[in-house]
C-alpha cells in the first residue's frame, strides 16, 4: 500500500511552468570604425511587462564600461582576497585609448524623453508612463562606444590577432523576473538576460568577414558570405529569434567554413589564416557534429538551425548561437572547449538559468556534460575527468575557503572559491545525483528537464522537482544541503566484529551531509558483493546498477543517527576488503576511513 501511495504521489506532479517571462524585442543598427576601435549606433527595444507587476522604472546593462580604470570591475581585481586568474592586466593602468566605454543618449520611451541615471555599467531609467501588466513600451535610443583592448570576453586585437570580439556590447536591457530586477554590477563574473528576437544591422569596412549570433540575411550577389556593399563598407544584417543575448566579431583574415550538422543546422566555423592552426580547425569540424549529435540524443534537440565555433577574444565563452575561443594550436584542448562551450547551448544559451545566483548549474552541467561527450568523441576516459572535479572541490570543502554554492557569484570571498564551486562542484552535483537516482533515472532526468524548462530561466528547485518525478527518489535533503550549506560527506568504517558464522559492519557518519551507501565486501574467493543503504531522507531506493551483480539492499539508515550496523552472512575470517565508496563517486572529503583491507 505504501509503494502504491508514493507511485501517486510522483506521478500526480505537474511540472508545467508558470513563470511569466518578460519579452525584449531589437532592432539594431551600428557602424564600426575600425581605425580608431569606436563605433556608433541606435537601436530600438519593443519591451513587453509580462509580470503582475507595474513597472516605474527599467535597468540597461552597459558593460562595456567594466573596461574603465575607474569601474567597479577595476577596484574589485585588486581588492580581492586572491588574484583573480582570468585576467592578467591591471585595469587601473589602462591608458584611455585601451579603455571600453558605452554611452547612451536621446534615449525616449514611446517618443517620450525619459529621466535616466548611469552607475557603473547600470543606467537607470525612470519611465514617462508606467508599463503595466501586459503592456509594451518602445524605448528608441542612439549609443556610442569604444572597444578596449581584449580583456575578458570581449575587446579588440586579441592575443591570436583577432580585430573585434564583440560581446554584451550594446545597451541590453536587463532581466526583470519572480526574484525582482537583476541590476548586479558587471565585474567579470555572469550574465543574465530577456528573451526575445533581434534583427541587428552591422556596418564595417569591406574587406572584414563577420561572425555573428542568429541568420545572414542579406548578402552580396557575387560572395554570400558578404554582406551588402555600403560605399568602402558593408553592412552584414542578421535575425536571432527567441535568444537573450546577441554577440558578434569580424576579423579580416578570417577563414569561413560551413560542414553540416545534425538534424539540418548549418556548423559555421571562422577562424584566422595561420597555418599553426588551419589544420586543427579543419578536423574539428566533423567532431563539432559528433558532439551536437551526443548532447542532443542525451539533453534534447538543439533548437536553432545554426551554430558559430569562431575563434575570438576569449578562452573560450558560451553566447546564444555562438562561442568564441581563441584556441588552435593543439588539438586537443580545442575540443575540449569547444565540447564544453557547446555544452553551454544548452544549459545556458536555451535553458538560461540565472548565472548570477545559480552559476553552478550552468558551468557544473557544462562541465559535466562537456566533458562526457569529449571522452565519447576523442574516446577517452571519462573517469579522469569525474576524479578531477571531484578533487578540486574536495580540496576546496577542506581547504576552509568554501562558500555555499547559492552565494552571488559576485560575492565570493576567494575567486579560486568561486571557480571550484561553479565548476567543480557544479560538476560533482550531478555526478553524485547520477549515483543517488541510477542510471537510467539519471538520464531520464536530464531530457525531461530540458524539454520541460527550455526557454524558462529555471531555478534549481525546478531540477530537484524533475529528477524527483524522473526517479520516485525525494532529493530535497540533497538540493539543500549540496547548493545551501557547506556541510561536508565523511563516513568511515568504525569497526568489524564477528558474531558466529556472521559479521557485522558497523560505519559511522562524521560529516554533516547524508548520503546513501554502497557498500562492497569482496570476498578471499574472489567473490564480490555489495550492500546498499539507502537514507530514509529519499523515501525512495534506486535500482540495482549493472556493475553490481550480486546487490542486497538492507535497512534505511535514518540521518539523526550518526551509527550503523549491518549483519552479512559471511564469517570474518573469509573477508578480504569492505569499501564503502567503491565507485568513487561520493565526494568523501576523507577518503581514508573508506577501506579496511584484512590480512
Do not use: C
Not at 170 to 182: A, L, T, V
Not at 242 to 262: C, E, K, L, N, S
Not at 549 to 574: G, M, P, R
Amino acid at each position: 500500500m505504501y509503494k502504491i501511495l508514493l507511485f501517486l504521489l510522483f506521478t500526480s506532479y505537474s511540472f508545467g511552468q508558470n513563470y511569466w517571462q518578460q519579452e525584449a524585442n531589437y532592432k539594431i543598427f551600428v557602424d564600426i570604425n575600425v581605425k580608431n576601435n569606436r563605433y556608433k549606433g541606435n537601436q530600438e527595444i519593443v519591451y513587453t511587462n509580462n509580470s503582475n507587476d507595474t513597472l516605474n522604472k527599467i535597468f540597461i546593462h552597459l558593460y562595456f564600461n567594466a573596461f574603465k580604470a575607474s569601474s567597479d570591475m577595476a577596484e574589485r581585481l585588486v581588492s580581492g582576497d586572491d588574484i583573480n586568474t582570468r585576467f592578467d592586466i591591471n585595469l587601473k593602468e589602462l591608458k584611455p585609448e585601451e579603455e571600453g566605454y558605452l554611452d547612451v543618449f536621446n534615449l525616449k520611451q514611446d517618443n517620450t524623453d525619459v529621466d535616466s541615471f548611469v552607475s557603473d555599467t547600470i543606467l537607470e531609467v525612470t519611465l514617462a508612463n508606467p508599463l503595466v501588466p501586459g503592456q509594451s513600451s518602445i524605448f528608441s535610443m542612439d549609443f556610442k562606444g569604444q572597444v578596449p583592448i581584449t580583456i575578458r570576453r570581449a575587446g579588440r586585437d586579441s592575443p591570436m590577432g583577432v580585430k573585434f570580439s564583440m560581446a554584451q556590447w550594446y545597451p541590453k536591457i536587463s532581466e526583470y523576473d519572480y526574484e525582482g530586477w537583476n541590476t548586479a554590477p558587471y565585474t567579470g563574473r555572469e550574465f543574465h538576460g530577456v528573451w526575445g528576437d533581434f534583427d541587428v544591422n552591422i556596418k564595417i569596412d569591406k574587406d572584414y568577414i563577420v561572425a555573428a549570433s542568429g541568420y545572414l540575411q542579406k548578402t552580396d550577389q557575387l560572395n554570400p558570405k558578404l554582406g551588402v556593399k555600403s560605399g568602402n563598407k558593408r553592412i552584414w544584417n542578421f535575425i536571432a529569434p527567441r535568444v537573450h543575448d546577441f554577440t558578434w566579431a569580424a576579423d579580416p583574415d578570417y577563414i569561413h567554413d560551413v560542414y553540416p550538422g545534425p538534424n539540418g543546422v548549418k556548423l559555421n566555423f571562422y577562424y584566422k589564416n595561420d597555418p599553426k592552426i588551419v589544420e586543427n580547425w579543419k578536423a574539428l569540424q566533423p567532431i563539432t557534429a559528433d558532439l551536437m549529435k551526443f548532447f542532443n540524443e542525451n539533453i534534447g534537440v538543439y533548437p536553432y538551425k545554426q551554430y558559430s565555433v569562431v575563434q575570438g577574444g576569449d578562452g573560450g565563452m558560451e553566447y546564444s548561437m555562438l562561442t568564441l575561443i581563441n584556441y588552435g594550436d593543439k588539438f586537443v584542448p580545442l575540443v575540449g572547449v569547444t565540447s564544453h562551450e557547446l555544452a553551454h547551448a544548452w544549459f545556458q544559451g536555451v535553458l538560461a538559468t540565472n548565472e548570477m545566483n545559480h552559476e553552478w548549474m550552468d558551468e557544473g552541467a557544462a562541465s559535466y556534460f562537456g566533458n562526457l561527450a569529449e571522452s565519447f568523441v576523442l574516446k577517452t576516459d571519462f573517469y579522469r575527468s569525474i576524479m578531477n572535479s571531484y578533487g578540486s572541490y574536495i580540496r576546496l570543502a577542506n581547504s576552509g575557503r568554501e562558500m555555499p554554492q547559492s552565494t552571488n557569484a559576485n560575492r565570493y570571498k576567494f575567486n579560486r572559491a568561486y571557480e571550484s564551486t561553479a565548476y567543480s562542484k557544479g560538476f560533482v552535483f550531478l555526478s553524485q545525483l547520477r549515483y543517488i537516482i541510477g542510471n537510467e533515472a539519471f538520464k531520464k532526468t536530464i531530457k525531461n528537464y530540458f524539454n520541460t524548462y527550455k526557454f524558462t530561466h529555471p531555478l534549481p528547485n525546478d531540477f530537484r522537482r524533475i529528477a524527483e518525478q524522473s526517479s520516485g527518489i525525494l532529493l530535497n535533503w540533497y538540493l539543500t544541503d549540496w547548493t545551501q550549506t557547506t556541510n561536508k560527506i565523511d563516513y568511515a568504517i568504525d569497526k568489524v566484529e564477528k558474531v558466529n558464522k556472521k559479521s557485522i559492519i558497523s560505519l559511522k557518519r562524521i560529516g554533516l551531509m547524508p548520503m546513501p551507501l554502497e557498500v562492497l565486501v569482496k570476498l578471499k574467493d574472489g567473490t564480490e558483493e555489495f550492500y546498499y543503504i539507502p537514507i530514509t531522507l529519499m523515501r525512495g531506493e534506486k535500482k540495482r546498477p549493472t556493475y553490481a551483480e550480486k546487490w542486497t539492499q538492507v535497512k534505511d539508515w535514518s540521518w539523526a543517527y550518526k551509527k550503523y550496523n549491518f549483519e552479512i552472512d559471511h564469517e570474518l575470517e573469509s573477508i578480504q576488503s569492505i569499501n564503502i565508496n567503491p565507485t568513487g563517486l561520493i565526494a568523501d572529503s576523507n577518503s581514508l576511513n573508506d577501506i579496511i583491507i584484512f590480512d
